[in-house]
C-alpha cells in the first residue's frame, strides 16, 4: 500500500514574533541595533542538487537565479558525480548564482565506499570554491570544534552559524552534520558505508581509531551538542534585534519518505526543546513541510517516541499527537511555540516516494506532516523553497517546476496598531486615524470606539471631538480566522492634563512677560527683568501671594497650587492657561519640600509619608542664551509638590538640554523678582504638561544629544503613567489613567503613584 500523499496546496501565510531569551556561554558579541520594522530579506534552500547545468538541477539553477535571493543555503549532497568536484561543481553553479552557502552532505564527504561512483570524497575542494560569500556583509562564525591536527580543517561547511543581516540582524543562521560520515577526511580511503544498523554514536565517532566513522553524534552533553545549545542561547540572550533562529543540516531524523533518524535523537529532541523556528533538511528525495511540533505537551514530555526497526533504516519516530502544537489547518504557524521541519531534498535528484512495504515505519511519521510531495503528487517538480524574513514574520513559498507548490507563514495572531494626525487635537479640529495590523490573514476589519458615544469603521477614518478633555480611543481588529485583539491609546484634546479642563492659548515666552525691563538691583545694571506691567497676561495685578496669611485660598494667586479646584482658564477674558512650543529647559533642581498638602489643599500629610518637593527649570528661547539679554527671554517654570504628590503632575520632569512643548498656568509671583535664577522678574507658569518639541530644530549650543532615533515625540499627560514601546513598534505609548482622584480637601491622600504600563492590547 502507498503511503497516501496530499496533492502541496497554496495555503494563506502568518507574521512572526521574537524569541524567548534562554542562558548562553563563550560567544563574542558584536553590538546590534534595534530592529527597523521595515527590514526584510530573502533566502532560498534546497539540497540534493546534482551537476549545476544538467538536467533538473540546471532548470531549478535557472529558477534560483530569476528569483535572485540574498543567499540560497545548500543542504548538502551537492554532486553525485565523483568527476565533478568541488573546483568544477561550484564555478558553474556560480555562473548562474554567486551568493551560496554550503553544509556537508554524504555524497560529499565520501560516506560510501571509495569506489562509489556517485561520491565525490572532495569536501575540502567544495570549502574551497563555494567559500562563504558574505551576503550583505554578513560574517562566517565557524565552530571551534573542527580539528587542527594532522591538518587543519575548516568549520565553515561542517559547523558554523552567522547572523543576518549583518547591521541590527533578525535571524540567526546555525549550520550543523550531524551523523555524516568522514566528516573531516579523517579516514579517507579506509572510510566505508557503515554496517548495516549503525549510526553515528560516541562509539564510532573516532577520527581514526579502529571502528571510527570520523562522524559527529552530537550525543546529550558532547562538545558539538553544547555548541549548538550554546549559539541558541547566545542569540536570544545577547542579541535583542534576532526574532529568528534557523537551523539547517543534511539529514533528518523526522522523515515521512524513506530516511530514518540517522542525525540521532538528542540533537532533534534539542532543537524542539528550544523552539527553534525553522529546521532545513535534505537527504530525503521529496519535498516534506512538517506540522508545528513542540516537547513538552501531555505526553510529550522531554523526546519523542522513538521506534527501533530492522536494518540499517533502524530508527524512526512514533507519531504522539501531543507533540502536535499546530497542524497547520488555519495556513499558518504561531511564533514560539513550536518548530516547523522542511525537508527540500529534490533540487536536482529524482523524486522519490516509497510505500509502507518497503519502509512499513515511514507510514508512523507521516501524520506528523502537514505538506508532502513526492512521485507520485500530482504536479510534483523540482526546486528549492524561498523565505522572506522581516522582524514580524517568515513567509514560506515553493518554487518548483511543477504546479505542486506550497506555501505557509509564521506569525502571530493580528497586533493591531494605529496613529493619528494631529497627536494633539484642537476642540472640533478633525482628527485622521490610521489603523495598522502586524500578524493575523488578511483581510482585516477594523472598528473603532472614540470614547465620546461615536463609533466608525475602517483602517482610515476621522473624528471630531467636540470638548476638551482627554479620550480613550479603542481600536478592534479582527482577521479572517476570527482571531480578535484590541488596542487602546489616550486623546487629549485641548489640554494635555486630566484634571484641567481648559483650551490653551499658544503663545511664546515674549508675548507673555513683554519687552518691558526694569531694574531690580541698582548696583547690578545686569539685572534687569520683565515687569509685569509690560506683560500680555495681565490676569490680576493687585492680588500677591502669602501663604503666611492666607487671607482666602480661593483667590488667584494665592491658590495655584490647588489640585481640587485648578486655577481658571481666564481671568476678565484673559487667558491663563498656555502653551509653548519649542523652548529649551535651561536648569532643572529641587525646592520648597514639604510632607504635606498646602492649606488650599487641606494641609494633611502625603500618602504613604512622602517627601514632595517642587521641580522647577528655566523655559527659554534657545536663540538668546546669552545673559544678560537671556533674562527677557526666558519664563520659570515649575511642577507642583502637591500637584506631583497627587498624581496630577507631569511624570517624569523635563531634563536639562530638551527642548519641549509645554502646556500651564500663567502667573506672577512677586517674592522672586531679585534674583537672576528667576530672572528678575516675576512670570512662573505652573507646568501641567509638557512633550519633546514637535519641531525638528537644530540643537542649542551645549545640551545633550537628542534621543535615540526610532522613538517618535513624547507626550507626557498629566494623570498618566507612561512607559515606553520597543523602537520596533516606533513610538511611545501611554500608560491607562491614573484611578479617579478621590477628594482632596483635608482628607489622607491613599492612593500612590501610577504604575507605568504598556499601551493596552488585549483579546476581543
Known sequence: MTIPRQTIAHSLLLLAIVMVPSGALGFTNQAYGATSPTT????????DIGTPNQGAAAVSLSYLAATNPDFFLALGDLSYDRSVTGGMWCNEFKEQYDHIEIIAGAHDTGEFPPNATDST??????VNNCPFTSPNGARVQPSPLCPTVPIVVSCYGREYYFDYPSSAPIARFIMLSPGVFNITGGCRSPCVVPAPGITCNPLNQNRTGPGGYDCWPYAKGDPHYNWVNDTINDARNYYPSIRWTIVGMHKPCLSAGKENCSIGQDIFNLLLLQHVDLVLEGNDHAYERSKQLSLGNGSCSTTIPYIIGPGKNNSFVAYNPDCVVDDSSNGFYKPQVGTTLIIQGNMGRGNEVD???K???????????????????????HGFVKFTVS??????????TGTAQDEFRITQPPVPFFSRSPINPSIAEA???????????????????FGDGSALTGAIVQHVFSNPRQYTVTLTVDDSSMESRTVQKIVAVGSWNAVVNCSPVLTTIEEIIGPKGINRNSSDPNSIGADYTGGGFQLVPNLQYNPQSPANPTIWPFYKRAVNLPPDCAYGGIPAFVELHNVGVRTVGTSDCSYSFDVSNGGALYPNGWQSCVTAFNLENWNYTACPICYMHRVYGYVDRDWNASGDAPYPAPTRGERIDVQGFIYWEYSSLTTPWHSYSGWELLVTGWRVSQQNQTQPPNSPSTRAPGFSALVIYVGLAVSFA?????????????EKRKARSGRQREESRPTPSLETVRPG
Open 40 to 47: 526584510s530579506f530573502t533566502f532560498a534552500a534546497g539540497g
Open 391 to 400: 522582524a514580524s514574520e517568515i513567509r514560506v513559498q515553493t518554487v518548483f
Open 121 to 126: 570524497r572532495s569536501f575540502e575542494k567544495f
Open 726 to 738: 520597543a523602537a520596533f513598534v516606533g513610538t511611545f505609548v501611554l500608560g491607562t489613567l491614573y
Open 431 to 449: 482628527v485622521t486615524f490610521r489603523a495598522t495590523v502586524l500578524g493575523g490573514l488578511e483581510p482585516y476589519s477594523y472598528s473603532w470606539d
Open 359 to 381: 519502509n512499513p515505519y515511514n507510514a508512523n511519521e507521516q501524520p506528523y506532516f502537514a505538506r508532502l510531495m513526492g512521485n507520485n503528487t500530482v504536479g510534483f517538480g
Open 355 to 357: 510505500d509502507s512495504s
